[in-house]
Structure formats: C-alpha cells, structure tokens
DNA sequence: GCCATTTTGTTTCCTAGTCAACAAAAATTG
DNA sequence: CAATTTTTGTTGACTAGGAAACAAAATGGC
C-alpha cells in the first residue's frame, strides 16, 4: 500500500477505535444526550456568539442539523438563546447553568481520557510532536485550497 | 490546550475536512451508492469470506445496520453470498462483476485522491513516516488493552 | 432609496444507522 | 449425548442527519 494511503488508514482505523471506546463512558455520564449534542455544547462554551451557521461550519454538517440539535437543546434548557440590537436575523447561543453542568462533566470525562492515554502521548519527543502537528497543518491548508478551487464554500470555522 | 488534546482535535478536524472534500467526487462518480456501501465493496473485493460479522467489527457498526447494507447490495447485484459446506449459519459474501466495477471506479478515485495530495506526503521522511505509524500502533494497541480491561468485545479485526 | 442577491434559520420528507427482540445454528458444558 | 450458552443474522421501531424548499432579514449595486 501506499504510505499516504497507510497512513490515512492506520489513522482513520485508530479514530473509530478512540470514539467507539470513548462513547461508553460518555453514554454514561452524559446519558440522555448525544455525542454531538455534547460537542456543540462544548462548542458554545468555548465561542462567543455561536450560531446555527458557525457551528454548521466547524462540525461540516448542514445547518438544517444544527438547527434541529439546538432546538433541542433550548428546549432541555441546556443553552440559551439570544440577538443582537439592530440585527433581528441571527440568533446566538450561550450556555445556561444546566448547559456549564454538562460542559463540566465532558470535561472532565475528557481529562480522565488524557489520563489513561498519557502514556503513548509521553513518548513522543517535541520534534515529533511539532512534525506532526505541522503535517496535519499543512495537509490542512492544501485542503482548504483544493475546496477553494473547487469553488465550494466551506470556511472551515 | 494540552499537546494530547490538540493533536486529537487537529486530526479530527483534518478528517472532518478530507471526508467532506472527497465525498463531492465520490457523489459525482458513485451516484447511487453511499459512502457506506461503497466502503464496504471495498472491505469484500479485499477480504475473502466476508460475512455480517467481520463488516460490522472491522467498521465499528451494529449487525443490524451491516445486514441492511447488504441486504441492499444483493438487491444490487453489487455482491452475492454463498456458504460453506457444513456451515448453515455463516453467510459469506463476494464480488459480482458489477461490484468490481463499482470498486474499480473506487480505487480509481483513491488514486486521485492520492495524487492530488501527493506534494504534502512528499514533505515527510522516512523516519517521520516510521515514528508516526509506529505511534498509532502503539496507540491502537493501547486502546485495546483498554478495551479489554473494560469487558467490551470488540476483536478490532 | 429601491430591487436583486445573499445569508440565516426552519420545516418537511427521506435514509442510514442504532437498539432491542428474536430465531436458528453452532459451540460448550456436564 | 442432552441442555445450556454463544454466535450469527434479521426485523421493527426509533433517531440523527442530509436535501430541498422556503420565509425573513440583511447586503449590495445602481
């Protein structure tokens, strides 16, 4: 096999293995809510003005989505939902006390995970730390021009 | 953010974006079978002996969704099952010469793919190359430990 | 200022995938 | 061997998300 092709298995392969895992924990301690969900909130809590369309962008998914999630997330009072004077079109979001609740216990379901896998992440020396990093980067930009000569609209966040 | 945490997010976003860049081609070119679908072809046209079970582990999904799938697929002549003497339980799957078709036209794309990224893979040793697969292996392997440890079964192919 | 275009968010219809319950076959236990 | 347990695959009810059509507001060109 290729390496580039390799790689983006050996890659994607770890992905689903980290999320399928990771997701038990997660059912339990943030049961009645969804992954995504979960994340959105996260989302919120970190930007300052979300809406329906830049959570849409960050998470590539459409905004008839996201609209449904934070439907129905309002309606579990996780978030809130708030405009702007002089502009009656876009429609922000905050977290409520219950949504910072829920951020709270992702995050720290977050840290418990950095703690069992520190180990691998230890081994790694800065330079190939900052190698991979600057790959993922780099990889990333490359993409960002191929969508932007392809005259698709994305933004990614 | 901690270096552990940053890399998962970089990547995830990086997939996030190379899944949503390439499915515009693959919807152009596969018209008429899912991303899915079109994954699994691939898994039988490499695999010998298919069957639900291995799908389903090998892609981290239910039985059930995996035996829709291909439900769909025979009703598409893009696969057909067979068994094995002795063994009235286990349904094996293959490629019909359509559905080499179809993974031909697949491979096809990955070769596109490949090409059009070509010029950052180039950018990388061989011993950044070897570091990082030999890091997700370790990874991998970790995470199955945890799996274990955990009770869940999972035999990730 | 006015009209066309774009942006933002919502709703309806549809599909892919999960979960739970199940049946049939195989494997295990005694 | 018989009885229990596990494995394999399927089905039906349900949900998350995508596509398309839409309304309302904002923006841009003139």
């Known amino acids: ?3 580039q092709e390799q790689l983006i298995a050996v890659v994607r392969d770890l992905f689903n293995k980290l999320a399928w895992l990771n997701k038990f924990k997660m059912e339990d301690s943030l049961k009645g809510h969804t992954p995504s969900e ?3 909130i996260e ?3 970190k930007h300052a003005d979300s809406n329906v369309t830049k959570l849409a962008e960050s998470f590539y998914m459409t905004r008839s989505a996201i609209s449904k999630m934070t439907k129905k997330l309002l309606e579990k009072e996780l978030i809130e939902s708030y405009q702007k004077d002089g502009n009656k079109k876009e429609i922000y979001f905050r977290l409520t006390e219950q949504g910072n609740a829920v951020n709270q216990i992702h995050e720290d379901l977050h840290e418990e995970f950095r703690k069992r896998d520190q180990a691998v992440f230890e ?3 800065k330079e190939q730390f900052d190698g991979m990093i600057s790959l993922m980067e780099r990889y990333s930009r490359h993409l960002d021009a191929e969508i932007k000569q392809q005259g698709i609209d ?3 966040e």
């Open 154 to 156: 994305a933004k990614s």
């Open 43 to 45: 989302y919120i809590g």
């Open 123 to 125: 081994q790694i020396t």
């Open 38 to 40: 979960v994340h959105a």
């Open 1 to 3: 096999m290729e390496r």
